[in-house]
């Protein structure tokens, strides 16, 4: 070796940069003859499997199927179990608002509607028979003021009964026993009775009551015919006045079927003799008429006054 000659500097260890980039050259040139060589035979299942295998040569993450998302531990899930769904019947969806910003919705039910409508109604109702029972026992208190020396001698008795105004025409000092005609004395008494029924609204009964005795005498064949009669006679006296408006009575005779008091004693019984007055203060036909042409919110709501005898 000549004295020019200089010797080779030592080579480190481990080897050449370039030799990594080839290798990756290398591996991407065979990655694409294969896929190239794959193509050409254009076999899906050979495709299929040369793609599996390079996903598990080149380190992809399997896939595991599973049957349900996978979730945490639940306290709530293990102690409680949750109800069974049940969907909502709803027939119609409204929004009932006059601005157009508002974003509430009114849902209703046509069945709920129609509940909520019928109690309503329902309520209503029973109101105007209040209201109606409240006039019968303002104006009974009317026909007692002016009957007040009548009721004082015991030949008439007036009460309120609900719906009813009842005017009792006690046998005493308006017929004798067993006849029809009316004494001279109950002819002013009934035109009382008439002023007050001008003034005075609803339907008109006329009931004549007998007691339990039979009839003996013969001019009527039982005491149907005889409250009847008795009824007739206070009627056609009522009747005297054209003001009267006769499609408002009924008249009616029951005999011993309406009892006032067991029929033991004489004094019981001459009580149950009797011809009675009875003004209806509306009927239920006539109530819902009026309550149809009403509106239940302008009702006012008190409480039912109670029975009142004069």
């Known amino acids: 070796m000549s004295d020019e000659e200089h010797e080779c500097p030592p080579c480190p260890a481990g080897l050449p940069g370039w030799l990594a980039t080839f290798a990756d050259l290398m591996s991407l040139l065979m990655c694409f003859f294969v896929l190239l060589l794959s193509f050409s035979e254009m076999d899906v299942l050979k495709f299929k499997q040369l793609a599996g295998s390079m996903r598990e040569a080149f380190g992809v993450q399997n896939q595991i199927k599973v049957e349900d998302v996978p979730k945490g531990t639940s306290i709530i899930a293990q102690e409680f179990s949750p109800g069974r769904p049940e969907p909502t019947p709803l027939n119609e969806v409204r929004q009932m608002t006059v601005n157009n910003d508002m974003n509430t919705l009114d849902i209703r039910s046509e069945e709920g509607e129609n509940e909520i409508q019928d109690q309503q109604a329902s309520e209503a109702f029973e109101e105007m028979q209040k209201e109606q029972e409240r006039e019968a026992e303002e104006e009974a208190v009317e026909f007692a003021a002016a009957l007040a020396k009548e009721i004082g001698q015991g030949s008439i008795e007036v009460e309120s009964e609900g719906r009813k105004i009842i005017i009792r025409l006690k046998e005493q000092g308006s017929f004798d026993s067993g006849r029809a005609e009316l004494k001279f004395a109950a002819i002013p008494v009934l035109a009382k009775i008439r002023d007050m029924l001008l003034t005075v609204q609803g339907k008109v009964a006329i009931e004549g ?20 009669a008795r009824a007739l006679a206070v009627a056609h006296e009522l009747f005297g006045d054209p003001r009267i408006k006769q499609d408002r009575f009924r008249i009616l005779g029951y005999a011993a079927t309406k ?11 001459g009580r149950n003799r009797r011809v009675e007055i009875v003004v209806q203060k509306g009927e239920d036909q006539e109530l819902l008429k009026r309550l149809q042409a009403s509106d239940p919110e302008d009702i006012r709501r008190e409480n039912q006054p109670p029975k009142e005898v004069f």
Request: hydrophobic share 20%; no cysteine.
């Open 259 to 269: 009892p006032l008091t067991p029929n033991e004693t004489r004094a019981q019984r």
């Open 209 to 228: 009551h007998t007691d339990n005795i039979p009839y003996k005498g013969r001019r009527f064949e039982s005491n149907w015919d005889l409250s009847t």
